[in-house]
């Protein structure tokens, strides 16, 4: 185990915080802590894949790298929609 914390780089504790940021936005909509039409769901998730995308920048995974661009791609739509409606309003 000391091997392998020892082995963890900059990239990996980043994108672990991305992914713990990820995990406790879909945990906070689950126990309503957060809606997830609000500003900052959104927000959070985009945060939180950003720093996931640059730990598969330094350790590429392929199919992590599709997943992150779909979360990233999803959440800025989330954002754009939150202005687009609130500007209609």
Known sequence: MADFLN????ADG?????ALIVVAAYFATQMRMMNSDDLAFPVVNLV???LIVYSLLQNFN???MLI???WIAIS???IIQHF???RAR
């Open 7 to 10: 082995g963890l780089t900059l």
């Open 14 to 18: 980043i994108g672990s915080f991305g």
């Open 48 to 50: 939180g894949s950003v």
């Open 62 to 64: 392929l199919a992590s």
């Open 68 to 70: 992150e661009s779909f």
């Open 76 to 78: 800025v739509i989330g």
């Open 84 to 86: 687009r409606l609130r």
